[in-house]
C-alpha cells in the first residue's frame, strides 16, 4: 500500500498566521487554489503515481484542494473528521508569537512520544493518536484493489503523526522537516510491524508545494508550516 499524505493549499489563516483548526474553517486563498490546481501535475512530475482513493478532512480547505486531484482521477473523496487539524483548543483563531509557540511547542511533545501533554482547552495526544489512526486504518484499508490512497490532511497532524508511525523518520523529526502548502510525506506499508509497531515507512518528504518552488509564499505567517524550532514562535520559558 503506498500513502500520500498531503498538505491542503494556502488559507487567509496561514497567511495571517492564525490558529484555524475548528470546521468549517477558512477557504483557499488564491495562491491555495493554485497550489492544488497544480498538484495532480505535480504529483506526475515526480513520478509519483496518481491516487485510486482521496480521503479528506471535514474542513473545507482539504476538500477544495482535493478537488483538482479528483477531477484528474474521476474518484469521489471521502470524508473523515478524524484527519482534522490538531486542535487548538484555548488557543483556536490567536496568532499571536506565544500562542503560536504553544502550540507548536504542544505539538512537538507529541512528536516526542510525550502523548499526556495536553493542548490548552484541547486535546491530548493520545486524543489526536487515536482518532488520526483510526482514520488512516479507515482510509488505507484494503478493498477492491486499492494500493495508493492520498490523504488531504494538515500540517501539524502529518508532521506529528509521521515522526511517531513511520519507520525512517528521524529523532525530533517535526521539528526539522517543514512541510508547506501542498507538501506532502510519501509513505508505503511494511509487510511486519518494526521493533517499534510501526506500520509505515517514510519513501520521500516533499516541503515545498508538490506543484514546484514557485507556489511558496515566502512572506506568509505559518505557524504550522514554518520551522517550529524557530526560537522566535516559541512559548515564554518553554526552551523550544
Known sequence: MRLLLIRHGQTPANVL??????????????LGERQAAALPAGLETRGVELPERI????????????????????????????LKEIQAGDLELRSDPHSQGLYNATTLAWGRGDLDTEMPGGESGRDFFARFD???????????????????????????????????AVDHFAETHQLLNTGLAHLESLREPDERGRRWRLVSWVREPAGGAGLVDEAADDPTGRDVADPATAPEGSGA
Open 17 to 30: 498566521g492564525q490558529l484555524d483548526t475548528l470546521v468549517p474553517g477558512a477557504p483557499l486563498t488564491d
Open 55 to 82: 480521503v479528506v478532512s471535514t474542513l473545507l480547505r482539504t476538500q477544495l484542494t482535493a478537488a483538482p486531484l479528483a477531477a484528474a482521477t474521476g474518484l469521489t473523496p471521502d470524508v473523515l473528521d478524524g
Open 134 to 168: 483510526d482514520a488512516i486504518l479507515r482510509s488505507t484499508a484494503s478493498g477492491e484493489g486499492v494500493s495508493r490512497v492520498a490523504v488531504v490532511s494538515h500540517g501539524a497532524a502529518i508532521r506529528v503523526w509521521v515522526a511517531q508511525r513511520a519507520a525512517g
